[in-house]
T-cell receptor
Framework: GENVEQHPSTLSVQEGDSAVIKCTYS??????FPWYKQELGKRPQLIID?????GEKKDQRIAVTLNKTAKHFSLHITETQPEDSAVYFC??????????FGAGTRLFVKA | DTAVSQTPKYLVTQMGNDKSIKCEQN?????MYWYKQDSKKFLKIMFS???????INETVPNRFSPKSPDKAHLNLHINSLELGDSAVYFC????????????FGDGTRLSIL
């Protein structure tokens, strides 16, 4: 069935460094790839998304890249800050019917 | 003026009981969802409704029955609760099924004693 693999499961970086989270999807019909941030005890919130007709998208310190051929997409956070500490989920939607989430990456930003 | 609101926020109950969780969105979205997030934080879709019609039922036990009286509401009723049902349940909505982000509620933490 459809699957989204996300790596790493835990990531610890020093404040100011960059963080990269990678995801791979299995369904080649996937055409929408959102990223959600979930702080402890809170709800997941969209931070950035990308559609299959775009290879890269940037919003301030956050960027997402998509390689459709390899079925990979990645989240890049530059100049990390302690408030970036959270669980990050990638997701892939195919045909508009179902969104499959990755297992999450717990990001720790050390001050 | 919460966009997606769920009640209750916490639910503690005994095994075997029946309980309901309510969800309402005031965003005018057509599509609503229920997700289960287990202790390992894995988010798994359970149901999806579009304009009150069920479009996804992800092999969820029959003890779980969603109901959508109108497109702004999607409630979840659970019969004969089991220990394994303990989780955080998130309701979400999106403008449509395709190419749009989902807006999540604050979650309902269900604990089965």
């Amino acid at each position: 069935g459809e699957n989204v693999e996300q790596h790493p499961s835990t990531l610890s970086v020093q404040e100011g460094d960059s963080a990269v989270i990678k995801c791979t999807y299995s369904d080649s019909a996937s055409n929408y790839f959102p990223w959600y941030k979930q702080e402890l005890g809170k709800r997941p919130q969209l931070i950035i998304d990308i559609r299959s007709n775009v290879g890269e998208k940037k919003d301030q310190r956050i960027a997402v890249t998509l390689n459709k051929t390899a079925k990979h997409f990645s989240l890049h956070i530059t100049e990390t800050q302690p408030e970036d500490s959270a669980v990050y989920f990638c997701a892939a939607t195919a045909g508009g019917f179902k969104t499959i989430f990755g297992a999450g990456t717990r990001l720790f930003v050390k001050a | 003026d919460t966009a997606v609101s769920q009640t209750p926020k916490y639910l503690v109950t005994q095994m075997g009981n029946d309980k309901s969780i309510k969800c309402e969105q005031n965003l005018g979205h057509d599509t609503m969802y229920w997700y289960k997030q287990d202790s390992k934080k894995f988010l798994k879709i359970m149901f999806s409704y579009n304009n009150k019609e069920l479009i996804i039922n992800e092999t969820v036990p029959n003890r779980f029955s969603p109901k959508s009286p109108d497109k702004a509401h999607l409630n979840l009723h659970i019969n004969s609760l089991e220990l394994g049902d303990s989780a955080v349940y998130f309701c979400a909505s999106s403008p449509k099924t395709d190419l749009t982000p989902q807006h999540f509620g604050d979650g309902t933490r269900l604990s089965i004693l």
